[in-house]
């Protein structure tokens, strides 16, 4: 009885060992167990608030850890390559550190450049280049229409009219526009005068017209 205790204390003395060096070889932490505890806390990040509430987990051993998965949507870029929902352990990085206040359910966290996941915003308001521009078949025309009347014998006679026309034509080529004015007067006199004429085409690629 006595060298079958001496040799699962063996055993057990090497697992142990087993375990510490993965530990300290790897940076991440086991899997989270029954004793440790979760929590919801609001984060500020070197002392600006990230409008964030981040899931942590306190640790048998009172150490504040959280999923590398929910690190990096913090802001924190934990070294190595290891799964998502590994669990890394805050006192395991190197020059990062925290104040859990308990009160107010909020951890500040200090961490140096390295640890830090860079974010980038386009503010330019490009055209998505994957997104094509898309053009159709259709017409418009405005018209403006002007009649006078009236003489010193009769209020009802006729002294003339005109007619203004602005028409466009919309293509996958291009949009081509026309105008026009058209006039009668008392002596039936009819007249046209074209305005303008022009045909406009434009490349989205190279934003020219």
Known sequence: MLAL???LGCTAGRAGAQVVAQVAAGGAAPAATAADE????????NRNPTQLIGAFVMRADKRMASRRAELEELGI???????PDTLIVLDDLPGLAYRYDEATQRIEITA???????KRYDLSHRVRS???V???WG???NYDLLASSGSSSSWLSFNGASATFDGRVFTPYGTLSQGALLTSTLNDRFEALRLNTTFASSDPE???T
């Open 139 to 141: 017409a418009v025309l």
């Open 206 to 208: 190279t934003m020219t």
């Open 77 to 83: 870029n934990p070294p190595g390559h290891d799964a």
């Open 130 to 132: 994957d997104v094509p």
């Open 112 to 118: 140096p450049r390295e640890l830090l996941l860079t």
């Open 38 to 45: 979760p929590m919801q806390l609001e984060v500020i990040l």
């Open 5 to 7: 205790a001496l040799v």
């Open 134 to 136: 898309q053009s159709g």
